[in-house]
């Protein structure tokens, strides 16, 4: 079971607070990081390998989550945020984890100077790093959304993008843009240590698509009758439960040996590229030729819903994204209905409304304007503003390449073919400026 269906721990993420290290002068700063990371991170992954073999259930990942960058290094000019990165990274490869998140900025009101120097670094800090994760977030319910903020990241993705073009513009993959971002997600890019969080945690991230569309088969196949859906739903949440007391075990396992509370668990059905491991192939199971048909919205919110009411019910500590992803370039079934044209970005952005974060890993036309992917994340926000859920924008414009070729950025990343981009200006649109105003069903105090 563990192998032919990738029952897993997909990430253990222990969250550390930066805040006690910031300082005006770098050196300090650095002297301060580089010591609380290795105090804290350097029995993660010997700990979580360890519990994981005890149980018997590997966990895939180890990553880190620090504070937000842009708040920690508010006097930082452009180079010294560049240095920072570099650091976090160096941290990262001492302690042996796979990712560390946090280097980004919440600006959904307005950016500092410290966070547009984050900002502005992006380009050369993703280029001339490995480990490092990036999120900002542009907007939120309560705030409304900062079309200045969003107009820069459709900059700053280009520039990334080409920064990294050599890797099919790879910096991108490790950069996502926001709207009502959770303070707790254990999922890269998006990971960060919310200011509201312990200054030491342990978050884990339960995976298992592969498991829930094993049992939808059993169950379809021992029937021995035509299911309802009302019966799927139930056979979804319950399978959800169980993986989700699994990810608690492990990472309640990891927080008690390394004396570090315990945070939430976040169960996403987060697929890899890897066969029998895919969200997409689940809607084949419930009976679309593919993800992308008329349907698939319907599928997906009821995929959604069934995993959070499972997840809920096993864990009283559920938090981050926690219900279903729809990556491209990280599903080998949703990359080949993309591939086929029978997935479109249209529809992508329809699922996005019922789905747990937004456009993922999308590969996109390397010419793509700048004011083109800052409309979509605009579209994207506003999707998540209305609707008061998590929406996000990770879109990757592949330097010289078009549609229908293929970028390849290897591991847990994917590949992807490129794919159409909706026509249209919106220049002139991103060009106001300002901000969109917060719903009306904002004023809830």
């Known amino acids: 079971m563990l192998r032919s269906e990738h029952l897993d721990v997909r990430t253990v993420t222990l969250g550390i607070n930066l805040f006690d290290c910031a300082s005006h002068d770098f050196d300090v700063f650095e002297v301060k990081v580089r010591s609380k990371i290795n105090r804290y991170a350097k029995r993660l992954v010997e700990t979580c390998d360890a519990v994981g073999d005890r149980y018997g259930i590997p966990v895939v990942n180890k990553r880190i989550a620090v504070s937000p960058i842009g708040t920690v290094g508010a006097s930082f000019t452009r180079e010294q945020m560049v240095r920072a990165c570099r650091i976090l990274d160096e941290c990262a490869k001492e302690v042996g984890v796979d990712f560390i998140g946090g280097f980004g900025a919440l600006v959904e009101k307005g950016i500092t100077p410290g966070e547009r120097n984050l900002i502005d670094a992006l380009p050369e800090a993703l280029a001339t790093?490995?480990?490092?994760?990036?999120?900002?977030?542009?907007?939120?319910?309560?705030?409304?959304?900062?079309?200045?903020?969003?107009?820069?990241?459709?900059?700053?993705?280009?520039?990334?993008?080409?920064?990294?073009?050599?890797?099919?513009?790879?910096?991108?993959?490790?950069?996502?843009?926001?709207?009502?971002?959770?303070?707790?997600?254990?999922?890269?890019?998006?990971?960060?240590?919310?200011?509201?969080?312990?200054?030491?945690?342990?978050?884990?991230?339960?995976s298992g698509p592969g498991v829930v569309n094993k049992a939808l088969q059993r169950a379809i196949a021992e029937a021995g009758r035509k299911l309802t859906l009302s019966e799927i739903a139930d056979i979804i949440k319950h399978t959800?439960?169980?993986?989700?007391?699994?990810?608690?075990?492990?990472?309640?396992?990891?927080?008690?040996?390394?004396?570090?509370?315990?945070?939430?668990?976040?169960?996403?059905?987060?697929?890899?590229?890897?066969?029998?491991?895919?969200?997409?192939?689940?809607?084949?199971?419930l009976g679309l030729s593919s993800i992308g048909a008329p349907g698939s919205t319907a599928i997906l919110a009821m995929l959604n819903d069934a995993v959070?009411?499972?997840?809920?019910?096993?864990?009283?500590?559920?938090?981050?994204?926690?219900g279903a992803f729809i990556p491209v370039s990280e599903d080998s079934s949703i990359e080949a209905a993309a591939r086929s044209g029978?997935?479109?970005?249209?529809?992508?952005?329809?699922?996005?409304?019922?789905?747990?974060?937004?456009?993922?890993?999308?590969?996109?036309?390397?010419?793509?304007?700048?004011?083109?992917?800052?409309?979509?994340?605009?579209?994207?926000?506003?999707?998540?503003?209305?609707?008061?859920?998590?929406?996000?924008?990770?879109?990757?414009?592949?330097?010289?390449?078009?549609?229908?070729?293929?970028?390849?950025?290897?591991?847990?990343?994917?590949?992807?073919?490129?794919?159409?981009?909706?026509?249209?200006?919106?220049?002139?649109?991103?060009?106001?400026?300002?901000?969109?105003?917060?719903?009306?069903?904002?004023?809830?105090?």
């Open 129 to 206: 790093t490995d480990r490092i994760c990036s999120s900002i977030n542009v907007g939120s319910t309560k705030s409304g959304i900062n079309m200045d903020a969003v107009s820069l990241m459709g900059r700053t993705i280009r520039n990334v993008a080409d920064a990294t073009a050599d890797r099919d513009g790879i910096g991108c993959a490790k950069l996502v843009v926001f709207c009502n971002i959770p303070q707790d997600v254990p999922f890269m890019a998006g990971a960060y240590l919310g200011v509201g969080e312990p200054d030491v945690v342990i978050d884990v991230g339960v």
């Open 240 to 285: 959800a439960y169980k993986v989700t007391r699994v990810g608690e075990l492990i990472g309640r396992g990891v927080a008690r040996r390394m004396e570090i509370p315990f945070g939430v668990a976040d169960l996403s059905l987060a697929p890899t590229p890897a066969v029998g491991d895919s969200v997409g192939e689940i809607f084949q199971t």
């Open 308 to 322: 959070k009411k499972g997840g809920v019910f096993a864990s009283g500590n559920v938090g981050g994204l926690s």
């Open 342 to 445: 029978q997935l479109t970005l249209e529809k992508l952005e329809a699922m996005t409304c019922v789905c747990s974060v937004g456009l993922d890993m999308i590969a996109i036309p390397g010419d793509t304007p700048a004011e083109t992917i800052a409309a979509m994340i605009a579209d994207e926000s506003a999707i998540g503003m209305i609707n008061g859920k998590t929406t996000a924008v990770r879109v990757i414009p592949v330097p010289g390449k078009n549609v229908g070729d293929k970028a390849v950025f290897g591991g847990l990343l994917g590949e992807a073919s490129i794919i159409r981009v909706p026509v249209g200006d919106s220049k002139s649109f991103v060009d106001f400026g300002g901000r969109i105003p917060a719903p009306i069903h904002s004023l809830r105090n």
